[in-house]
């Protein structure tokens, strides 16, 4: 966790994990003050007493505090009264610390001859009011307001939906509170709330740090190798489908599990059984870790299967462990614009790629395809550029042997070819060769992870081409996807093309403004 992430700690909080919207996990929180607040008989706070205060049922609790699920702003206010939780650490304000701010703004307000908002019931100004006057004097290139239809567009709602916010103060949701202060310059406090930059500005000036907590796991049973082999085939299938976060601490589990027994299994075979399944568990934490871009975190475990590999007797496991290590620095390398990463990247396909004449067919396809890829992006001569493409088209023709899967879960079919050549083709400075590339890939409403790195890809293509308007479009189509598989890489994509769009005469579009919301709710 880093400091921008984790201001909470400044401020002397416990480490709560960082939640979606980079406040720390609401229920988290919850769960926190619950057990350490005291009600007035001297007891702590039950899950069903909460229940009863905020009137919903103990399953809702339990929503709340293990999946933060249902922490609308007005749960959040009232929490905060009950459980005297920090108002900063769920975003929102208490009326009594933001008197004088408010009174400050409507000095200025009857400055200006503007009619000062009315008073809602909670003592805050009209959010609705409040909203319709920022909306106003937000302005297109052409000095025209923006409309309720336009802010309809952005939100990705209806009209009526923003008549009845402007008009009946409905639908103010903690999400959109926030992101309506960004868009519209709209000071936090009209709107109840304060905002991740307000506190990470405070935290700049405080040094006072706490320690996360260690969590330390052990499982007394003795291993079940065919269980824990087919824990690991579906773990792998459903971080491809799904994303992996939520199975982290069960793979702790086995990884554990499986280092405590090693010591003492009497025969090799049992011995080998182990070694190549701490492998895989090891591999598939390390794609995880890369996934949600903790790229020193992934090579640690990325090192250690390699390193376990090489004291095997099997070079196809020791090429998986090289290839997936590779395709770990090449991202590091994409993501963080790291050259560095790409000689050791190019130097493990390069490895991998030599122990090809005692390789299955897949485990080939991948080094060559990865392997191409990493040339292509550190290609300096018309040599290594052709070299790279070559590479990558005999993955390509290894590919439409329709074997593209096997035991080490790599999934190399056409698909998968056409878009890692179209991203190279991105990255060799042909972005038409890209397009036509991406294009060739059908829409597949069973593998929505493939279609939304089409998009992504193709959107990547479109901006190089200046096709601004389509390169919005297809980064906005992608990203719900991609957050429902916690595909951080590719959504740092999107933000890398966001902000590239900004610097462009596309920048103060509502289409913009869309995608910027779409950004914000991640």
């Not at 593209?404 to 879960?409: K, L, T, V």
Request: aromatic share 10%; glycine share 6%; with cysteine.
């Amino acid at each position: 966790m880093s400091a921008q992430d984790s201001w909470w700690i400044a401020f002397g909080f416990p480490a709560f994990e960082r939640g979606k919207d980079l406040f720390p996990r609401p229920g988290q929180i919850l769960s926190y003050y619950r057990k350490h607040t005291l009600r007035e008989n001297g007891k702590h706070w039950t899950r069903k007493e909460v229940a009863v205060a905020l009137g919903v049922s103990v399953w809702e609790i339990g929503n709340l505090e293990n999946h933060d699920i249902g922490f609308t702003f007005e749960r959040r206010c009232l929490l905060v009264q009950i459980l005297d939780i920090d108002p900063r650490l769920f975003g929102v304000v208490r009326l009594e610390d933001v008197t004088q701010e408010l009174q400050t703004i409507t000095g200025e307000f009857k400055k200006q001859h503007i009619q000062p908002f009315e008073q809602s019931p909670d003592g805050f100004p009209r959010p609705g009011q409040a909203l319709k006057h920022y909306r106003y004097w937000k302005k297109h290139e052409n000095g025209s307001a923006w409309t309720q239809a336009d802010l309809a567009y952005i939100l990705g709602i209806s009209e009526q939906t923003i008549r009845d916010m402007e008009n009946r103060d409905k639908g103010f949701t903690f999400e959109r509170r926030q992101f309506l202060a960004h868009l519209l310059a709209i000071p936090p406090a009209l709107l109840g709330i304060t905002t991740q930059e307000e506190l990470l500005k405070a935290s700049r000036v405080i040094h006072k740090t706490a320690q996360c907590p260690t969590i330390h796991t052990s499982k007394d049973v003795i291993l079940d190798v065919a269980q824990c082999r087919q824990t690991l085939q579906v773990y792998q299938e459903s971080n491809y489908t799904y994303g992996g976060q939520a199975l982290m601490n069960s793979i702790y589990d086995w990884i554990a599990l499986l280092r405590q027994e090693l010591p003492h299994v009497k025969t090799e075979t049992q011995k080998t059984e182990r070694y190549e399944l701490l492998i895989g568990y090891y591999r598939l934490t390390a794609t995880i870790l890369r996934d949600l871009q903790r790229f020193d975190d992934a090579l640690l475990y990325a090192n250690l299967a390699v390193k376990l590999a090489g004291h095997l007797n099997s070079d196809e496991h020791y090429a998986v462990a090289l290839c997936r290590r590779g395709k770990i620095l090449l991202d590091k390398a994409n993501v963080l614009n790291d050259v560095q990463a790409l000689h050791p990247a190019r130097d493990d396909f390069q490895l991998a790629l030599s122990l090809k004449e005692r390789l299955p067919e897949p485990v080939i396809s991948s080094i060559l395809l990865n392997g191409g890829h990493a040339i292509a992006r550190g290609a300096r001569s018309e040599k290594e550029r052709t070299q790279a493409l070559h590479m990558m088209d005999q993955a390509g023709t290894i590919a439409r042997k329709g074997k593209g899967e096997d035991q080490h879960a790599f999934k190399i079919d056409t698909g998968r070819y056409h878009i890692d050549k179209g991203d190279a083709f991105i990255a060799l400075g042909r972005p038409g060769d890209a397009i036509r590339e991406l294009s060739l890939i059908a829409d597949n409403p069973l593998n929505r992870r493939r279609n939304a790195y089409r998009d992504v890809y193709l959107a990547q293509a479109y901006l190089k081409q200046k096709d601004f308007d389509e390169a919005a479009s297809l980064a906005a189509t992608a990203l719900p996807a991609l957050k429902e598989i916690h595909a951080s890489i590719s959504i740092e994509r999107i933000v890398s093309i966001y902000n590239d769009l900004k610097k462009s005469p596309f920048h103060d579009t509502i289409e913009m403004a869309h995608l910027e919301w779409l950004l914000w709710q991640r």
